[in-house]
């Protein structure tokens, strides 16, 4: 099992910045997908961005793209997520997950079915 818990959620103002950590203990794998996903009120759940801890490959949403930047810090075992020039469409609840990965690539890290271990989740509110 893996236990996650996330971190840095808050309020700021669009174009602000904000930091989210994600501190993973246990877990039996070497390797893992890790990622982070938000939901908004009334909307789905969709993925933001994640990592591929054995290679440090990254992908990222379109809406994000050029914003925000994944990274893990495998001395510390914990997910950061820093988002810049936020906008009020970034508001959502934060969550970060993970699933097991001893081999492949970061595109066996962009199906939101695979993560098996969340978070409970941090608030980001972002205000025009």
């Known amino acids: 099992q893996v236990q996650l818990v996330e971190s840095g959620g808050g309020s700021v103002q669009a174009g602000g910045s904000l930091r989210l950590s994600c501190r993973a203990s246990?877990?039996?794998?070497?390797?893992?997908?890790m990622g982070w996903f938000r939901q908004a009120p009334g909307q789905g759940r969709e993925r933001v961005a994640t990592?591929?801890?054995?290679?440090?490959?990254?992908d990222y949403a379109d809406s994000v793209k050029g914003r925000f930047a994944i990274s893990h810090d495998k001395a510390k075992n914990t997910l950061n997520l820093q988002m810049n020039s936020l906008k009020p469409e970034d508001t959502a609840m934060y969550y970060c997950?993970?699933?097991?990965?001893?081999?492949?690539?970061?595109?066996?890290?962009?199906?939101?079915?695979?993560?098996?271990?969340w978070g409970q989740g941090t608030q980001v509110t972002v205000s025009s």
């Open positions: 997950a993970a699933h097991g990965l001893l081999f492949g690539s970061i595109y066996d890290c962009l199906k939101i079915a695979q993560y098996n271990f």
């Open positions: 990592i591929f801890t054995r290679t440090g490959s990254t």
């Open positions: 246990g877990g039996a794998y070497s390797s893992y997908c």
